[in-house]
């Protein structure tokens, strides 16, 4: 299967269709225009799980926001994801994804003890988040659509915003922090458009170490994130028209789907499904590239207007 009667030009950039592209640009084709199927993850599923259970546990009273209700929710959230996906009881085979098994129990055991975690970070009883799972897009005046879904939102009485967005996984070393605040600078960039204030502080929490990283972002700073999203759009245009989407081969290469597919591991991929625009004619000093009688760029014909 190629996806390619599904495929269709990229419209807007997310944080995450960003970072595909900046990590491999085949990578990004793969997923936006070919929408190559991927194998169901066991980490990511489970990311979403707790994501789905950390946004319910604000339902409830404050009083009864508690470590065991919260933990209680998991199976529950597991169950929908399931009923909505019904592929993702691939990710235990041989056994009854609804009814459990050794390995699901494990599973949903470490997404327990990820959400009991987050208690230890933050303290639900204490928060009331202005916005959960919050949509945001915008278009920024180049005519660039940015979008993207925030995990939460808190505001404080004096109006400071604060975008908080949780990690299953653990905290980068310090030298890869900046992919993400990277994503975190995106959501700054696309709400300071929406509601015209720069938000106070970006939190990140990050339930697989125990770690809460806050950043305080600036104006100068989220330009600069503007600038390089208009040129990463740019680069996807030129690709996208081309049809050329050159493999980045990285460490990550090993956790890729789509391996068997990539010319750096021997591959080819699917033919291209969209139209590929020839390129544009280079136009030789003294020349025209116009049709016949046309004049060169510059000059005007000869009408015997005097000139404006």
Not at 126 to 145: C, N
Not at 184 to 206: E, H, I, S
């Amino acid at each position: 299967m190629n996806g390619s009667s599904a495929a269709s030009p990229p419209r807007s950039l997310s944080p995450s269709r960003a970072a595909d592209f900046m990590q491999c640009p085949l990578l990004y084709r793969f997923r936006v225009i070919d929408k190559l199927p991927e194998e169901p993850n066991p980490a990511a599923t489970r990311g979403t799980v707790v994501h789905a259970v950390l946004e319910r546990v604000f339902d409830v009273p404050a009083e009864e926001r508690s470590v065991p209700r919260a933990r209680s929710l998991v199976v529950g959230e597991w169950q929908r994801l399931l009923a909505r996906r019904p592929e993702l009881a691939k990710l235990f085979p041989g056994e009854e994804a609804q009814a459990g098994g050794p390995r699901l129990a494990e599973w949903l055991a470490d997404a327990e003890a990820l959400v009991e975690r987050w208690f230890g970070l933050e303290d639900p009883s204490r928060l009331e988040p202005a916005e959960r799972e919050l949509f945001v897009e915008t278009t920024l005046d180049s005519g660039l659509r940015l979008r993207g879904v925030i995990d939460r939102v808190d505001i404080a009485p004096t109006g400071e915003v604060r975008i908080v967005d949780y990690k299953t996984g653990k905290a980068p070393r310090p030298e890869y922090a900046g992919d993400a605040l990277f994503q975190m600078k995106f959501y700054a960039l696309v709400l300071w458009r929406l509601r015209g204030r720069v938000p106070r502080r970006l939190q990140l929490v990050y339930l697989g170490s125990g770690d809460v990283l806050t950043y305080d972002p600036q104006e100068s700073e989220l330009l600069a994130v503007e600038r390089k999203l208009l040129a990463l759009w740019d680069a996807i245009s030129r690709a996208t028209e081309s049809g050329d989407w050159r493999p980045k081969r990285s460490r990550l290469c090993d956790w890729c789907d789509h391996r068997a597919r990539c010319p750096e591991f021997g591959g080819t991929p699917p033919p291209y499904p969209l139209t590929v625009q020839p390129p544009l004619p280079v136009e030789l000093p003294g020349q025209s590239t116009g049709p016949s009688g046309a004049q060169p760029a510059g000059e005007r014909p000869d009408t015997g207007a005097a000139p404006a």
